[in-house]
């Protein structure tokens, strides 16, 4: 199975600021067939990036997915407080679908 | 509207089997696969497998092979995920989800809301 494995696993971070989380792959991706989640407490996961790219709907465009292969970044350009949560990544391009262990992004 | 809604939590002692239903609507239910995503206290979230409502084909994850039975009705339009053989490493939230679009593996756009399940004796 493909082996998801994001970093940092704590990222500590102020309102406005730019985050930058990665996730990386044991083997590549097919068809960049990755997604983003962000899950807060108590919550399921909410679906922000599919395809490694394309926003979901209702998503604000301050989230961007990109990468390709092995390598892929969720970047939120400027973040606002409701960001502040657990980003799990997630593979869908082979039959034993695979997810990150988690980044939580905090309040510095 | 779409809404995948579960079943209430559980308490189950070990060796037991669970069974969690997941009610949807909103969308015609043949037309996207089900998935079920197990995530224990405090940790992250782990596949179990899938079902295609259309036909009955299921996926299961090797963790769970063996254990795991991922079924469906369509009177009314309802998932089932059945766990036996239960263990206290089985207490955790489970959801169901269905994909976001026709292919059987793809990324998952609606979630229920989960069903808690704690084993202990």
């Known amino acids: 199975e493909i082996v998801l494995t994001q970093s940092p696993g704590t990222l500590s971070l102020s309102p406005g600021e730019r985050a930058t989380l990665s996730c990386r792959a044991s083997q590549s991706v097919s068809s960049s067939y990755l997604a983003w989640y962000q899950q807060k407490p108590g919550q399921a996961p909410r679906l922000l990036i599919y395809?490694?790219?394309s926003r979901a709907t209702g998503i604000p465009d301050r989230f961007s997915g990109s990468g390709s292969g092995t390598d892929f970044t969720l970047t939120i350009s400027r973040l606002e407080p409701e960001d502040f949560a657990v980003y799990y990544c997630q593979q869908y391009g082979s039959s034993a679908i695979t997810f990150g262990q988690g980044t939580r992004l905090e309040i510095k | 509207e779409v809404q995948l809604v579960q079943s209430g939590a559980e308490v189950k002692k070990p060796g037991a089997t669970v069974k969690i239903s997941c009610k949807v609507s909103?969308?015609?239910?043949?037309?996207?696969?089900i998935h079920w995503v197990q995530q224990a206290p405090g940790k992250g979230l782990e596949w179990m497998g899938l079902?295609?409502?259309?036909?009955?084909?299921?996926i299961y994850a090797e963790k769970f092979q063996g254990r795991v039975t991922i079924t469906a009705d369509t009177s009314p339009d309802t998932a089932y995920m059945a766990l036996s053989s239960l263990r206290s490493e089985d207490t955790a939230m489970y959801y169901c989800?269905?994909?976001?679009?026709?292919?059987?593996?793809?990324?998952?756009?609606?979630w229920g809301q989960g069903t808690l399940v704690t084993v202990s004796s």
């Open positions: 395809g490694a790219s």
């Open positions: 909103g969308y015609t239910f043949t037309d996207y696969s």
């Open positions: 989800a269905k994909t976001k679009n026709y292919h059987l593996l793809s990324s998952f756009d609606y």
């Open positions: 079902l295609d409502p259309e036909d009955g084909e299921t």
